[in-house]
Every structure is written in C-alpha cells, then in structure tokens.
T-cell receptor, first 119, second 114 residues
Framework: AQTVTQSQPEMSVQEAETVTLSCTYD???????LFWYKQPPSRQMILVIR??????QNATENRFSVNFQKAAKSFSLKISDSQLGDAAMYFC????????????????FGQGTILTVHP | DADVTQTPRNRITKTGKRIMLECSQT?????MYWYRQDPGLGLRLIYY???????NKGEISDGYSVSRQAQAKFSLSLESAIPNQTALYFC?????????????FGPGTRLTVL
C-alpha cells in the first residue's frame, strides 16, 4: 500500500515571501497522480495543483508550483508571494493508477501541514 | 450554486442512533467517494462508487454503509453511531476522462456522536 508523509506539521511565512511545503511518498508503481489540496478554516477541500507522474515538467498554477522528484519520491509545493489568504492546512495526496490494486480509485493523503501567513 | 453539496452541514447525535449523510452533485461525474477526516490523520476513504451499480469498500468501511441512488446522489449511513465516528465527513466526485481523474470535494459534514 502507498503511504504519503508530510514531515512538517506546521510552517509559517511572512506575507510576500516564499515558502516550500514538503511531501514524500512510498510506492512501487511507476504511473500515478499527485495532488496538493488546501483546506482553509471554512474546511472546504480545494485543489491547488496536480502532477501526472509521467510528465517530467513540474506543474505550475499561478503562484503555486511543485518540485516533483520521481526517483526520490518527493513532491514539494512552493508558494511564491505568499498572501494572507494562503493560510490553511495543506494536504499532499497520491492517486494509484493500478486498476488491479486495492488502492485503485482512492486518494491517499498525508497528515497535513498547517501554514500560517504573517502580515 | 455549489457543484457538490452535502447535507446536513453539522449534526450532533447520540450513541446508537442511525444517521444518514447525503451527497448530491451537479458535475455529471460518474465516480463518487466518501472520506472521513480526523485530526492528524488526513482523509481516509470509507466507500467509493464508480457508477450507479458499483459500490466498493475503502480502508475504513466497518460501521458504515452506502447507497448510490442515482448518478448524482451518494448517501452514507451509520447504522448505530458510536463516539469514535465523530469526525468531519467529505463527499467527493471525479470524472475518469478528465485530467488526472481529479477529485472535487463537497463542503463537509461535521458529525458529533455523544
């Protein structure tokens, strides 16, 4: 079974600065998807960014980008020009593509990282 | 209007009561999921359904049951609620033909079992 680890329970950043959230995962599969979701105090789970493992190019979405290191099984999220509205819990998630496996169809989540943005 | 809705948004109940949480979606997605969130554990999958006639157990299905009444509706039931089922419950949907089969979440239901 796959596991996802977020080793930083909490992080903080000054407004307008850059912060990187870490995520590592364990899998024996070669093809999969990776995601970052944001959960603000409203508790809504919001998709931030997604990465297909077969793509070498790192995904970017405006101020959000990832550093995908497939060999190292690492998938970090970089937030540039941090804003007060970025304050939230951030979850890294793995999606198996193995249709015959027990993990097919589900997202496996990390424990989350609470991000605080200081004005 | 929200694409994925959940009712109720908050519920307090007592041990032994039967509870149903409902999820509806207007996204037209075939796949629907139920997760629960506990502090420090992220989200864990309870049940999922890839179409109206398909129901699959997730990693923590004990104590729960589901019903897929239509493509747009997927309900989660707790037949006899117990305190350790106190959690935040999320419904999600996805389209396997869309990029990365991305799952989109409802607003969540906060359930407290006394």
């Amino acid at each position: 079974a796959q596991t996802v680890t977020q080793s930083q329970p909490e992080m903080s950043v000054q407004e307008a600065e850059t912060v990187t959230l870490s995520c590592t995962y364990d899998t024996s599969e070669s093809d999969y998807y990776l995601f970052w979701y944001k959960q603000p105090p409203s508790r809504q789970m919001i998709l931030v960014i997604r990465q297909e493992a077969y793509k070498q190019q790192n995904a970017t979405e405006n101020r959000f980008s990832v550093n995908f290191q497939k060999a190292a099984k690492s998938f970090s999220l970089k937030i540039s020009d941090s804003q007060l509205g970025d304050a939230a819990m951030y979850f890294c998630a793995y999606r198996s593509l193995n249709a015959g496996g027990t993990s097919y169809g589900k997202l496996t989540f990390g424990q989350g990282t609470i991000l605080t943005v200081h004005p | 209007d929200a694409d994925v809705t959940q009712t109720p948004r908050n519920r307090i109940t007592k041990t032994g009561k039967r509870i149903m949480l409902e999820c509806s979606q207007t996204k037209g997605h075939d796949r629907m999921y139920w997760y629960r969130q506990d502090p420090g554990l992220g989200l864990r999958l309870i049940y999922y359904s890839f179409d109206v006639k398909d129901i699959n157990k997730g990693e923590i299905s004990d104590g729960y049951s589901v019903s897929r009444q239509a493509q747009a509706k997927f309900s989660l039931s707790l037949e006899s609620a117990i305190p350790n089922q106190t959690a935040l419950y999320f419904c999600a949907t996805s389209d396997p033909l869309a990029r990365a089969d991305t799952q989109y979440f409802g607003p969540g239901t906060r359930l407290t079992v006394l």
